[in-house]
């Protein structure tokens, strides 16, 4: 264990940690709303998040950009920003859709067991890798250079690039955007309701069907956002791209309190940085042992993770 790599790069390996944990808190609210209406871990949202990978890269390219295009001056870069994300946002927005409504709602109207919905998760996330594998036969695909990484300022010693500026405020506006929304509006009442007490909440005229509806499609934009922001960090993607961030997200979702959505920023967040911690003191080779680490931990010692709270209990 090497901790004067540790402490004498702390701050840098925070501040990376967080970038890359604004990844994961993204990722895992795909996981931690689809939990807390239906109890159901969702392993096929992976696939959800590297679709819109793809999704923004093609779009890019139809656009003209590759990567070995110059990179863009400050408002076009912008503009491309903005398109690359509603491209990977409606990519993964879609897929989350047809995969609720092809692959889960049939079982839903047969009442199935659980297990059979987790099995069916897991043939959907093999079936659309596959697919997506096939189509790009099998080789990783490259994203433009959008914008150069560069310093914005120096705190106590420790540096502050745009890009991780950029990843971080992206998860945070988009986080509160989804808070408000969940908990300030109609439809977001409803899948709270749903959430809470699903037989009730049709009682009282609640659409079941329509509310988890919009659970998938709200958990597929975010991971859309998710995929933008990998493909900025990254510059590229690959038919199995999802796999491992999955299981980090899935990790970073059961810290925070699966259900939770503001546990699911926290969690990201917090697991980020501890596998930033985790390179500076172990070496970068381990650092995808740090997700499954402090996942089995929490399921050990506080299985609701850190915030616990339910998707239907949560308020402003």
């Keep these: 264990?090497?901790?004067?790599?540790?402490f004498s790069n702390f701050g840098d390996l925070s501040i990376q940690g967080l970038a890359q944990g604004a990844i994961y808190a993204l990722f895992a609210l795909g996981y931690t709303m689809v939990y807390g209406v239906l109890r159901l871990i969702n392993f096929a949202h992976s696939e959800v998040f590297m679709v819109g990978t793809f999704g923004a890269i093609v779009v890019w390219n139809w656009l003209g950009l590759d990567q070995n295009s110059p990179v863009p001056a400050l408002g076009p870069a912008l503009l491309y920003l903005l398109v690359g994300l509603l491209a990977a946002c409606l990519t993964s927005g879609v897929t989350a859709v047809v995969l609720e409504r092809v692959a889960y709602r049939p079982l839903r109207k047969r009442n199935a067991p659980v297990l059979t919905f987790l099995i069916t998760a897991i043939g959907a996330s093999v079936v659309i890798s596959e697919a997506v594998g096939i189509w790009s036969n099998?080789?990783?695909?490259?994203?433009?250079?959008?914008?150069?990484?560069?310093?914005?300022?120096?705190?106590?010693g420790t540096t502050i690039t745009n890009l991780q500026v950029f990843l971080v405020l992206l998860a945070v506006v988009l986080m509160i955007a989804l808070d408000l929304f969940i908990n300030r509006t109609r439809l977001g009442r409803?899948?709270?309701?749903?959430?809470?007490?699903?037989?009730?909440?049709?009682?009282?005229?609640?659409?079941?069907?329509?509310?988890?509806?919009?659970?998938?499609?709200?958990?597929?934009?975010?991971?859309g956002a998710a995929a933008l922001m990998y493909n900025i960090k990254i510059t590229g993607t690959h038919f199995f791209a999802g796999f491992d961030l999955g299981i980090k997200a899935f990790a970073a979702a059961v810290l925070g309190g699966i259900g939770n959505l503001r546990g699911a920023l926290i969690g990201g967040l917090l697991l980020g940085m501890l596998e930033g911690w985790g390179s500076g003191l172990l070496g970068t080779q381990w650092t995808g042992v740090v997700a499954f680490v402090?996942?089995?931990?929490?399921?050990?010692?506080?299985?609701?993770?850190?915030?616990g709270e339910s998707l239907g209990r949560s308020r402003a």
Excluded at 138 to 156: D, G, I, M, N, Y
Aim: without cysteine; aromatic residues 6%.
């Design 190 to 223: 409803g899948v709270r309701a749903i959430a809470q007490d699903p037989n009730t909440a049709a009682l009282m005229g609640v659409n079941k069907d329509r509310v988890i509806a919009l659970v998938f499609l709200l958990g597929g934009i975010m991971a």
């Design 1 to 6: 264990m090497n901790f004067d790599q540790l």
């Design 294 to 307: 402090v996942l089995i931990l929490i399921l050990l010692f506080r299985p609701t993770g850190l915030l």
């Design 138 to 156: 099998r080789k990783p695909k490259a994203a433009p250079r959008l914008f150069t990484q560069h310093e914005l300022f120096t705190v106590a």
